[in-house]
């Protein structure tokens, strides 16, 4: 019995060996990856136990849905950042010699530059411009006291301003360094005696007793007028001049037949052809005006 007993150990013992190699080779199968069973244990992958960068996991692309903190460029755009130059304004308030309405203004504008003339003129006035230059595109526009454009991209223009301001022409030139010249013209309206609501105020020039030479002394307050006349006859010559402590008052002249004879000028001369009463109108051409006015017939 105990020979039985030792030898049914034995097989038991050979029976247990038997199962023990199977599962081992199961096991061994499984670990090197080739198929089998499912199984809980793993090795490493060649990235992390060689042939790569130890401990360094392959980067897997991010699904499209997914959101993150910071946009990638478009394909074929480049990542580095350009900074735009600041643009450079050169400023020239616009003034006229007394008695004109006209001038011409060198200058000189570049890529990143702004050449602004600012023009103070008022409604009922127009605007003349001409830009001329010998190189380089440049061209102007022209900005209403709102900021709205009136004129764009031009080299030449007349417009007819609508209110009272200051109005901008900003000259520009994007491709090179340009001189140019900007000739400017802001005719006034022709003053009437018509368009004064109150015509009662006019003064008559007389000459004192022997003379034929006077001057009037007086003042006229901004957007308005102050109005003379004179009478004489034909074959004579008209002298007439003013002054004025701010060199800012000028007169127009008008035949009896109401043609202007002269335009927001300091002094004219002519020969009277026709006998008859004529007018001048005195205006200020910015503020109030103190003047002297000189009437001489010869």
Excluded at 90 to 109: D, Y
Excluded at 265 to 292: C, H, K, M
């Amino acid at each position: 019995m105990k020979y039985a007993a030792a030898g049914g150990v034995v097989a038991l013992a050979i029976l247990f060996g038997a199962i023990m190699a199977i599962r081992g080779g199961d096991s061994n199968q499984t670990a090197t990856g080739t198929p089998g069973g499912e199984t809980s244990e793993t090795t490493d992958s060649p990235a992390q136990s060689g042939g790569g960068e130890t401990g360094s996991p392959t980067t897997e692309p991010q699904p499209t849905d997914t959101v993150s903190d910071t946009t990638a460029p478009e394909q074929g755009t480049s990542t580095e950042t350009s900074t735009t130059a600041a643009i450079i304004d050169v400023i020239t308030a616009v003034s006229f010699n007394s008695g004109e309405t006209s001038t011409a203004l060198n200058g000189t504008v570049g890529p990143n530059e702004r050449a602004i003339f600012t023009i103070a003129a008022g409604a009922g006035q127009t605007l003349n411009l001409e830009l001329t230059f010998d190189s380089g595109s440049p061209s102007y526009e022209v900005l209403a006291p709102s900021g709205q454009k009136l004129v764009l991209a031009s080299v030449s223009s007349s417009t007819a301003l609508d209110v009272d301001g200051v109005y901008e022409v900003i000259v520009t030139d994007g491709v090179a360094t340009t001189d140019f010249v900007l000739s400017i013209e802001v005719p006034a309206p022709e003053l009437r005696i018509a368009d004064f609501v109150d015509p009662t105020g006019i003064e008559e020039i007389k000459f004192p007793r022997g003379a034929f030479s006077t001057t009037v002394s007086s003042a006229v307050v901004r957007a308005e007028a102050e109005i003379y006349t004179f009478d004489t006859n034909d074959d004579v010559t008209a002298y007439v001049s003013i002054t004025s402590l701010e060199d800012n008052a000028v007169f127009q002249i008008y035949d009896p037949d109401g043609s202007q004879l002269a335009f927001e000028s300091i002094n004219s001369t002519w020969p009277i052809e026709q006998a008859g009463l004529y007018t001048i109108i005195v205006t200020g051409t910015r503020g109030n005006a103190s003047f002297d006015l000189t009437l001489e017939l010869s």
